[in-house]
């Protein structure tokens, strides 16, 4: 695959671009394109390269599948890394991290707590 990259000068993304603001549409001069944060990343990685990045959109639910046969050469969708999805691909190191949270009213903070401590699902 990289040396095909090399030869042929393009990096192959796959995204789903329903996502802002990691991957979302945009039109300009009455073109659609791809933006958002990922799309950046993937330039830089493209440049570093000395190739150009394509974006290829898809389903989210087929990126794996669309890298596995090699449609394209990198995925990057603001996907999580999983048990079920190490099984199939290689994840780089993260590149973001989130912690959403949740809320409550303060006057029922303490009512919470041990909801609230349970450790995430994943
Ligand atoms: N982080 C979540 C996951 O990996 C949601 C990602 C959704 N990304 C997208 N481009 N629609 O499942």
Redo the contacts with the bound molecule.
């Keep these: 695959t990289y040396n095909k990259i090399k030869s042929e000068k393009v990096l192959k993304m796959g ?5 802002a603001p ?2 979302f549409p945009v039109i300009q001069n009455g073109h659609k394109k791809y933006v958002g944060y990922d799309i950046m990343v993937a330039n830089k990685i493209a440049q570093s390269m000395g190739v150009k990045l394509k974006v290829e959109n898809m389903e ?1 639910s087929s990126l794996i599948g669309e890298l596995q046969n090699k449609k394209v050469d990198i995925v990057m ?4 890394e ?1 048990k079920q999805r190490k099984k199939a691909v290689d994840f780089s190191k993260p590149y973001y991290q989130e912690s959403e949270t949740l809320l409550v009213k303060k006057a029922d903070a303490d009512k919470y707590n041990k909801i609230a401590d349970t450790k995430g699902a994943q």
């Design positions: 995204t789903s671009a329903d996502f990691f991957e989210f969708a603001g996907m999580t999983t």
